[in-house]
């Protein structure tokens, strides 16, 4: 079955730490993203990719760092810098974009920071 | 920058009730998507309009787009306990990223 694989599914981390979250898909999708999710306030997005080895920062990029090595595969890593990194955090693909394509979503990587 | 403002935030109904959820844009948009989170989950893809006054229907589903591309509607018919779930649209611009509203949280009383 084609689709976006997230991992881990939950995650627990010290403060101060780098956190690295993985979102690879076998959709053959062009376009990656990587959205926040926090209660009540919808999605909101942090880093997405349109090719390999580009990116494009989203309205929260700060204190995130993402990578685009391969079409497969866009990881996020929160960094020390996130001052409250402790979300939902939802990977998503498209065919092109971003565009006006319907975006496929992962099942999501619950972070916390203790 | 663009804003997709989203009511109401949440809706608790009894069954068999009808449910409705409005989308409003601060600017004109290319295209409006609806998705829905059922609890616990990811964002499932429902539907896209792209046409000044489109109107799609899924079973029990309405869609709408307006007449001027900045707001939309998702009305349920008689809702079921199925239908549980958090509904968000979505809009963008040309080829900018697509822009959430917060989300509509529907809770269906049996």
């Known amino acids: 079955d084609g689709g976006i694989t997230q991992s881990p599914k939950y995650l627990f981390r010290k403060e101060g730490q780098n956190v690295t979250l993985s979102c690879e898909q076998n959709l053959n999708h062009d376009a990656m993203y990587w959205y926040r999710q926090d209660p009540g306030q919808g999605l909101r997005l942090i880093y997405y990719?349109?090719?390999?080895?580009?990116?494009q920062k989203g309205d929260i990029a700060e204190g995130y760092s993402v990578s685009r090595e391969k079409k497969e595969s866009f990881p996020l890593t929160v960094t020390s810098a996130q001052k409250n990194p402790t979300a939902f955090y939802l990977c998503a693909s498209s065919i092109a974009g971003p565009g006006a394509n319907v975006l496929t979503f992962g099942a999501g990587s619950r972070l916390t920071v203790l | 920058g663009q804003q997709v403002m989203q009511i109401p935030q949440y809706q608790h109904v009894q069954e068999g009730e009808d449910f409705t959820t409005y989308c409003n844009s601060s600017?004109?948009?290319?295209?409006i998507q609806w998705y829905k989170q059922r609890p616990g989950g990811h964002p499932v893809f429902l539907i896209q309009?792209?046409?000044?006054?489109e109107v799609k229907k899924q079973k029990r589903l309405t869609f709408q787009f307006g007449e001027a591309k900045k707001n939309s509607s998702l009305h349920i018919t008689a809702t079921q306990t199925t239908d549980v779930g958090t509904y968000f649209c979505?809009?963008?611009?040309?080829?900018?990223?697509?822009?959430f509203g917060k989300g509509t949280r529907l809770s269906v009383i049996a």
């Open positions: 309009l792209v046409k000044s006054g």
């Open positions: 979505a809009g963008n611009s040309g080829n900018t990223p697509l822009v």
């Open positions: 600017t004109t948009l290319s295209n």
């Open positions: 990719s349109q090719i390999v080895n580009d990116f």
